[in-house]
């Protein structure tokens, strides 16, 4: 077993990367075991190569993580116009059930970081007391204040760049760097969006606009989901890991992946057990653990920790470690612009409507939403994409069409609030089992007809962004009604004061277990109205490091 540590930490994202540089830096010995590979920068993405376009970001060997769908909800004719279509291909789900389509993540040092947009949100304040204001899921046992100076800590790291002022996300300090500057063809949307009344604000981002912390200024290439070459995007390896390996605190373990923390008696854990790239098994103990690993595969190693001590699964005393399960809930649209608006290059998403982000703020309708531009993240930006889902045809005129058209390509997107349900949770699945024997992780989602109405709203308002900037006609829509395609995933192991229900308390520490802390989006009692959740993940878990050094300091773990 080697070594004792003073923390062993489970995956190495925003979550586990940021608990890894806040510990360290106390003069805490840690150990990272990451179950993915550990990325180069400088070498491992490809948008230096002439495919760049035909491959999407670089998965290697041990970077995804195997889970499974359970059977999902029929589609209902009623929403009918919500359906994903391209007007070359046709529908793209043409069945009448629901599709899951994928859980997009990354297992790797840096975790999906590697391959997000970069934004950097704070939640909306209100987002965070859903059932006390709404009636609704459940109430964060902090607000939004007491996250406030960690939010600022998690910004400095990154280097987020943001605009001077926002009246709802009150600020302690301003945000390290200015905002980006909006360009052309955002400004159009801007445009187009006084005309509905909307406000649009530059948004907060985790990409350099000035170098920064010894990284570069962004080189506005708007592929940051390929993975960005060149470090300006703040992922999680080149900020917090980067830090946490410079303070010679810091032990880091790539392709070693958990199968189980072990419970003991005193209500304590007492090693983490992991199987690294040649198949050998390991043991590591720490005086405590912390589990980083995402809201679907955080409750799965919990569920598989089952032992006498923890019969049900560790953390799993209220029974609820999987449950209240909450996805991304987003829809785009797109359509050609009369005018050449240079879409292909900026920043993914360099603009915000936060109009219809408040919990009340959509009339009649439960839960908020925001509105971004999504051509980058749509992957609309390059020109196979022009040619096989924009301009239709072949040969000299599709050459023609092409020419014609490329860079007026402009997409609105927008994420909604999700809100849990007895329809959608994680579990074990039955029959599938990694390649080590293991059973993988099964999501079970339903959209209830709260979160269709939402949707049915983000439709409409996308549609309508589109007419008023100017574009004529939409060629493509793709939305979460009938796929499950989600990046953002939430609350499977939800924390709350009253042990009953919830799973971890307001630091994220195990009711039950007192060495056993959870830090990822699975602790979220909420998701938000569409925010980004890497930013506060990172205050938490900067928040939950100096709680651990607290209780280590009054000899309590």
Request: proline content about 5%; glycine content about 10%; hydrophobic content about 35%.
């Amino acid at each position: 077993m080697g070594v004792e540590y003073d923390a062993v930490i489970v995956g190495s994202g925003a979550g586990g990367g940021a608990s890894a540089w806040a510990l360290s830096r106390y003069g805490m010995r840690v150990l990272v075991l990451e179950a993915g590979p550990d990325y180069d920068f400088t070498r491992d993405y490809l948008l230096d190569k002439m495919g760049w376009e035909q491959t999407t970001f670089p998965h290697l060997p041990g970077s995804r993580g195997r889970y499974s769908f359970a059977e999902l909800q029929p589609l209902d004719p009623r929403w009918q116009h919500l359906r994903s279509w391209n007007h070359i291909t046709g529908p793209m789900n043409p069945g009448t059930v629901r599709k899951g389509e994928a859980y997009h993540h990354v297992r790797g040092v840096g975790g999906s970081t590697l391959h997000f947009t970069g934004e950097a949100h704070r939640l909306h304040p209100q987002a965070m007391k859903m059932y006390s204001r709404f009636g609704v899921g459940a109430d964060w046992p902090l607000d939004y204040q007491e996250l406030e100076p960690f939010y600022c800590e998690a910004e400095r790291i990154v280097g987020v760049a943001g605009p001077a002022e926002n009246a709802v996300r009150v600020r302690s300090e301003s945000y390290p760097l200015s905002a980006h500057r909006i360009s052309y063809a955002s400004a159009k949307i801007v445009e187009g969006g006084r005309k509905l009344g909307m406000n649009w604000e530059a948004n907060s981002v985790a990409t350099l606009s000035a170098a920064y912390d010894g990284r570069p200024a962004c080189n506005y290439c708007s592929n940051c989901n390929r993975g960005c070459p060149r470090s300006d995007k703040g992922s999680v390896d080149v900020t917090f890991i980067r830090k946490a390996r410079a303070s010679g605190f810091c032990t880091i373990k790539s392709l070693s992946q958990v199968t189980a923390i072990e419970a003991g008696d005193k209500d304590k854990v007492t090693a983490v057990r992991y199987v690294d790239s040649r198949g050998n098994e390991h043991k590591a103990t720490g005086r405590v653990v912390i589990v980083a690993c995402g809201a679907v595969q955080t409750p799965r190693l919990l569920l598989l920790s089952a032992n006498r001590y923890a019969p049900d699964g560790l953390a799993n005393e209220s029974g609820l470690v999987g449950r209240n399960f909450m996805e991304t809930l987003s829809r785009s649209s797109a359509g050609l612009h009369p005018e050449s608006l240079g879409t292909a290059r900026g920043i993914p998403s360099d603009i915000m409507c936060w109009d219809f982000n408040a919990p009340d703020a959509i009339p009649g309708i439960i839960g908020g939403c925001r509105f971004t531009p999504s051509t980058a993240s749509s992957d609309l930006i390059g020109p196979i994409n022009y040619a096989t889902r924009v301009v239709k045809g072949w040969g000299r005129q599709h050459k023609a069409d092409m020419r014609a058209s490329f860079g007026h390509v402009l997409s609105i997107g927008a994420i909604g609030e999700s809100l849990p349900n007895e329809g959608s949770y994680i579990d074990l699945d039955p029959d599938q089992q990694d390649e080590l024997g293991l059973p993988i992780a099964r999501i079970h989602s339903h959209l209830d007809e709260m979160a269709l109405r939402r949707l049915d709203f983000m439709a409409k308002t996308t549609r309508e962004i589109l007419s008023a900037a100017g574009v004529e006609k939409i060629f493509e829509e793709f939305g979460g009604y009938d796929f499950f395609s989600s990046t953002h995933v939430f609350g499977t192991c939800r924390m709350g004061t009253d042990p009953a229900q919830s799973v971890v308390d307001r630091y994220g520490r195990s009711h039950r277990w007192r060495n056993l802390f959870v830090v990822d989006t699975s602790v979220f009692p909420s998701s938000g109205g569409g925010e980004a959740p890497s930013l506060t993940v990172e205050a938490l878990a900067i928040r939950t490091a100096a709680h651990i050094r607290e209780l280590a300091v009054r000899k309590e773990i």
